[in-house]
């Protein structure tokens, strides 16, 4: 039997089914409003811990840091789901939550149905304090860093280019006469003939012919920055009175 000096050391206990399964971490004790006795505690349930299920502590024991239920573990993440009105559970709610289980509504020990009120959730006497920091959220934006265009333009620069050409050169070819060959025939005097001589000249002319295709395209580059930036904290000092004053000459 779990009672109300029990109390404090089943907030973040593991609760286990009648299977020896584990439910899940104790994180609500709720105290009978007549006996101040513990009767139920929640536990997280479901997907990502979203649900919050209320155990009955009836016939439950303590084994160290386990809290050992008489249900299974089915039946908790199924049971009926409690917006509690003020951290008080009402009648209705309790007896629903009775039904389900198959407890009796006057089971628990010590107590008798007339005088069954409501259910309180037990609370943790330890004195909490929320410590608060900022971090650093950092993320990126995308923002216009300039233009770029392809452009077209004539630049005009010299070109010397090698071109074999060819022209035609008089040859002397001497041939001798032999003696007494066509004698008498040849008179002494002046003669004249002529050849017409050919010659080969560079032409240039120009023509314009697709030589290169140039395309301009975008591609993402990923490359680290560092970011720096100031985040406050918050710091959490004890500052205890009776110490001073013991200290105090």
């Known amino acids: 039997m779990i009672t109300q000096e029990m109390v404090q050391q089943l907030f973040g206990d593991e609760v286990y089914d009648r299977h020896g399964d584990k ?9 009978d409003d007549q006996t101040g006795q513990p009767v ?8 990502f811990g979203m649900k919050e299920s209320f155990v009955p502590l009836n016939q439950a024991h303590v084994d160290g840091d386990a809290v050992h239920v008489h249900v299974s573990k089915d039946q908790v993440k199924d049971a009926p789901r409690m917006d509690v009105d003020g951290g008080h559970m009402s009648r209705a709610e309790e007896r629903q939550l009775y039904s389900y289980y198959g407890i009796e509504y006057a089971a628990l020990p010590g107590q008798r149905q007339s005088e069954r009120g409501g ?26 860093t300039g ?9 005009t620069e010299q070109q010397q280019v090698s071109v074999p050409v060819r022209h035609e050169e008089v040859r002397l070819e001497r041939e001798p006469i032999a003696e007494g060959a066509a ?3 040849e008179r002494i005097g002046e003669a004249e003939q002529e050849v017409t001589l050919h010659a080969e000249k560079p032409v240039v002319s120009k023509e314009t012919v697709p030589v290169e295709r140039v395309r301009m395209s975008k591609e993402t580059v990923t490359e680290q920055q560092r970011v720096a930036g100031e985040v406050r904290k918050e710091e ?14």
């Open 23 to 31: 439910i899940g971490k104790v994180g609500q004790v709720y105290l």
């Open 40 to 47: 139920w505690v929640t536990v997280r349930t479901g997907l």
């Open 119 to 144: 259910q309180r959730p037990a609370r943790d006497d330890a004195t909490e304090m929320t410590r608060s920091e900022e971090r650093l959220r950092v993320g990126t934006e995308q923002v216009e």
């Open 147 to 155: 233009k770029v265009r392809l452009r077209k333009h004539v630049v």
């Open 183 to 185: 004698r008498g025939t």
């Open 236 to 249: 959490i000092d004890v500052d205890d009175a009776s110490k001073r004053r013991r200290n105090t000459p």
